[in-house]
T-cell receptor, first 113, second 116 residues
Framework: DAKTTQPPSMDCAEGRAANLPCNHSTISGNEYVYWYRQIHSQGPQYIIHGLKNNETNEMASLIITEDRKSSTLILPHATLRDTAVYYCIVRVNYGGSQGNLIFGKGTKLSVKP | GAVVSQHPSRVICKSGTSVKIECRSLDFQATTMFWYRQFPKQSLMLMATSNEGSKATYEQGVEKDKFLINHASLTLSTLTVTSAHPEDSSFYIC????????????FGPGTRLTVL
């Protein structure tokens, strides 16, 4: 699975959009971009994933560049409860025993009042 | 939907004892579950892959005789830390793969193990 690079930390004002970047320059054509987050002392929570097209759900939007070498997770209106470590992971969408996720260090997002 | 539970949420035990942690998929069947370990201020590290009805696959450096994994049903996997030592103190997290759905992984809330 391709490696990702994320900034170690970011701050965001409450109510503003949080834009979390991720570089994955060695991504393969069949690898998806996944985003998870982990609030302190809890298990990771799935946020969103995509292959080529931009994706949006009730939690966030995922913007993937045309060359797929980087992506941005957007939380449109960050709240204090969005303070967490955000992980960007790329992997082939296997499922089953080949579906394990490899976690990097992630970005610690701090939403401030 | 797609809820994964873990029990217990936290456990404190004496050195040398064994501790069993349960991971359950509450509303879906999971032929594959994963066990991760997370030390303070570090990321999650995969320990082993648990397959229903067969032996677990362990990552390099993880002792299979120390971390016993049983996946007896499509909704339950257990991790037993045998002869626990203080260095085994960690946050243990399981995840289950929703095979009948979109192959997404759903994580449990984690179990905080403290070995005295």
């Amino acid at each position: 699975d391709a490696k990702t690079t994320q900034p170690p930390s970011m701050d965001c004002a409450e109510g503003r959009a949080a834009n979390l970047p991720c570089n994955h320059s060695t991504i393969s054509g069949n690898e998806y971009v996944y985003w998870y987050r982990q609030i302190h002392s809890q298990g990771p929570q799935y946020i969103i994933h995509g292959l080529k097209n931009n994706e949006t759900n009730e939690m966030a939007s995922l913007i993937i560049t045309e060359d797929r070498k980087s992506s941005t997770l957007i939380l449109p209106h960050a709240t204090l409860r969005d303070t967490a470590v955000y992980y960007c992971i790329v992997r082939v969408n296997y499922g089953g025993s080949q579906g394990n996720l490899i976690f990097g260090k992630g970005t610690k997002l701090s939403v401030k009042p | 939907g797609a809820v994964v539970s873990q029990h217990p949420s936290r456990v404190i035990c004496k050195s040398g004892t064994s501790v069993k942690i349960e991971c359950r998929s509450l509303d879906f069947q999971a032929t594959t579950m994963f066990w991760y370990r997370q030390f303070p201020k570090q990321s999650l590290m995969l320990m082993a892959t648990s397959n229903e009805g067969s032996k677990a696959t362990y990552e390099q450096g993880v002792e299979k005789d120390k971390f016993l994994i049983n996946h007896a049903s499509l909704t339950l996997s257990t991790l037993t830390v045998t002869s626990a030592h203080p260095e085994d103190s960690s946050f243990y997290i399981c995840s289950a793969v929703w095979a009948a759905g979109n192959h997404e992984q759903f994580f449990g809330p984690g179990t905080r193990l403290t070995v005295l």
